[in-house]
């Protein structure tokens, strides 16, 4: 039977990669793309489109029975910044629209869910080096506790109700297709622009900050992989912890110096850099290599080419 697709939160910074990954690999016409707004012109042009409103079940069965959904992959959230900004609508959104989909899987109407966690769900507690898939998680921001608290969900309703939801802990995203959305790790983004544009950067955290990151293609790859593979080989039903590589600001300053010799970079650590320091420097990531053979392609002199490259005028 051919697979129908739902990507709910399709406009976002992971959502609209995803969505044109998904259309190559299983046909534009099997893909739903959907959001609260539309998104850029290959995402609108080049498959189907709905105007969603994730925490609406209503809204969301009828969208699911019209298409015959199969898999649901709920890519909309508000991220760890503008979260500490609106804590309430955060909350909701991240919750309600999870809660939704778990139910329409649970009376049958979906088959799989894949639902994106973060590093955001560990806390100044966790062990920062080599963080372990099973360790202690007090968040201490709101998008932090949404993730955890859905994690539990997600693993309740597997084991509960026989729920097939997969998820991943991403790390910071690095992408030059879409602009990131309000997270802690924005700057490995901005900086490449900035470089680019105006060959210096002032970053908003310090400059020896040292965060768990990836490129977005192995991000995208990772997802596609971990929901190819067969139930049975699922082991961790909360969320997989997933690494590629990590760095500071001023490491990434100088891979972008061996390419622009006269880029300058200064710090200005504002708000974020508190969220920053609550999460860990680097990712224990063996229960998704041994699970479902994970690897990454990108480490941060290949992310670096890769960005200057595609974003060069």
């Given at each position: 039977m051919e697979k129908s697709i739902l990507i709910i939160g399709a406009c976002g910074q992971i959502g609209t990669e995803l969505t044109l990954a998904l259309r190559e690999t299983y046909g534009n016409d099997s893909v739903i793309a959907s959001d609260i707004r539309e998104g850029n012109e290959n995402l609108m042009e080049s498959g189907p489109f709905e105007i969603l409103d994730a925490t609406d079940y209503d809204a969301l069965e009828e969208v699911v029975a019209y298409y015959e959904i199969s898999e649901v992959y709920l890519m909309a959230a508000m991220l760890s910044a503008t979260a500490e900004k609106f804590p309430m609508r955060a909350w909701n959104l991240n919750m309600n629209s999870l809660f939704n989909v778990l139910n329409l899987a649970k009376e049958k109407k979906i088959d799989k869910i894949f639902w994106p966690s973060s590093i955001a769900v560990f806390g100044p507690n966790t062990p920062k080096e080599n963080t372990p898939q099973s360790t202690i998680m007090e968040p201490s921001t709101v998008y932090g506790i949404s993730k955890q608290s859905g994690e539990r969900w997600c693993d309740y309703y597997f084991h509960k109700f026989g729920v097939d939801v997969r998820s991943i802990r991403y790390p910071g995203l690095i992408s030059w297709?879409?602009?990131?959305?309000?997270?802690?790790?924005?700057?490995?983004?901005?900086?490449?622009?900035?470089?680019?544009?105006?060959?210096?950067?002032?970053?908003?955290?310090?400059?020896?900050?040292?965060?768990?990151?990836?490129?977005?293609?192995?991000?995208?790859?990772?997802?596609?992989?971990?929901?190819?593979?067969?139930?049975?080989?699922?082991?961790?039903?909360?969320?997989?912890?997933?690494?590629?590589?990590?760095?500071?600001?001023?490491?990434?300053?100088?891979?972008?110096?061996?390419?622009?010799?006269?880029?300058?970079i200064s710090y200005e650590p504002d708000f974020r850099q508190a969220i920053a320091d609550s999460w860990p420097s680097s990712i224990n990531d063996q229960e998704a290599r041994r699970d479902w053979g994970w690897k990454a392609d990108f480490d941060l002199e290949k992310t670096t080419k890769e960005m200057l490259e595609n974003l060069a005028p």
């Open positions: 297709k879409t602009m990131p959305g309000g997270g802690t790790t924005d700057y490995a983004v901005e900086i490449y622009h900035k470089a680019l544009a105006e060959k210096s950067y002032t970053c908003f955290l310090k400059a020896d900050t040292e965060l768990p990151m990836m490129f977005m293609d192995d991000a995208i790859k990772a997802t596609l992989q971990l929901m190819d593979t067969d139930a049975e080989n699922v082991k961790v039903r909360s969320s997989y912890n997933l690494s590629a590589m990590n760095f500071t600001p001023s490491q990434m300053a100088e891979s972008i110096q061996k390419h622009i010799t006269d880029f300058k």
